[in-house]
């Protein structure tokens, strides 16, 4: 990223966050910008030197391939909540942006599979608290008690959504369990993923009952 035509720009979404926290395998690249740009001379330049091919443009905003990889250039003129990060001369947000992405995508449009199993790997780094408070910092006038429900919110996913993890296959039955706990505790952090064990019924029952403080 030391292309003086993507200067501006810094890697986001599921990429980013597999560089940092090695849960999942992404190759597309989410290129967003804090600034606006000229399309039409950005997408000249990507064609010259890139060979990008064009699928999708508008004010601010390309969407294409290189080489057969999903690139996305966008401006998303929001504050970073930490500082970019530099790992071998590619730019990145830190977690906190990246969950504060992940959360404002799932609240507006909570279908896409790997948003919610980005945020369940990402509790076993960041607290629920942390994540939101993260989105708060990042969009100020979205209403952070509109996360929450929408985590609990399952029925619009789209299950076909091709999901290839680093560590075998992932469970639903473990992202669903690992959303509720972090809703019923949001300051705490938890274990891996695949370290779960599988609650039965009646347990994962009592677990919510005591959260929400119908138990003893």
């Not at 910008?33 to 905003?61: A, H, I, R, W």
């Not at 947000?93 to 790997?114: C, F, V, Y």
């Not at 690992?178 to 370290?195: A, S």
């Not at 009952?209 to 138990?215: A, D, H, T, V």
């Amino acid at each position: 990223m030391n292309d003086e035509l993507l200067k501006d720009f810094f890697l986001v979404g599921g990429t980013a966050l597999s560089l940092q926290i090695g849960h999942r395998i992404s190759i597309d690249l989410d290129l967003f910008t804090m600034v606006s740009f000229d399309d039409n001379q950005m997408l000249s330049g990507l064609e010259d030197k890139y060979k990008f091919q064009l699928d999708y443009q508008s004010k601010n905003t390309l969407k294409g391939e290189i080489d057969g990889v999903k690139v996305d250039l966008i401006t998303h003129n929001y504050p970073l909540v930490k500082p970019l990060l530099n790992s071998d001369g590619v730019r990145m947000a830190s977690p906190d942006d990246i969950a504060a992405m992940k959360l404002n995508a799932i609240s507006g449009n909570g279908t896409r599979l790997k948003d919610f199993i980005d945020i369940a790997y990402l509790s076993s780094s960041m607290t629920l608290s942390q994540m939101v408070d993260a989105y708060e910092a990042k969009y100020s006038s979205r209403n952070p008690a509109m996360v929450i429900k929408a985590l609990d919110y399952h029925r619009d996913i789209n299950f076909n959504e091709p999901i290839e993890m680093l560590e075998g296959k992932y469970k639903w039955k473990d992202i669903e369990q690992r959303l509720g706990q972090i809703t019923l505790h949001p300051t705490k952090m938890f274990n891996q993923i695949y370290e779960l064990k599988p609650h039965t019924q009646k347990e994962e029952k009592q677990s919510r009952n005591q959260g929400l403080g119908l138990s003893r």
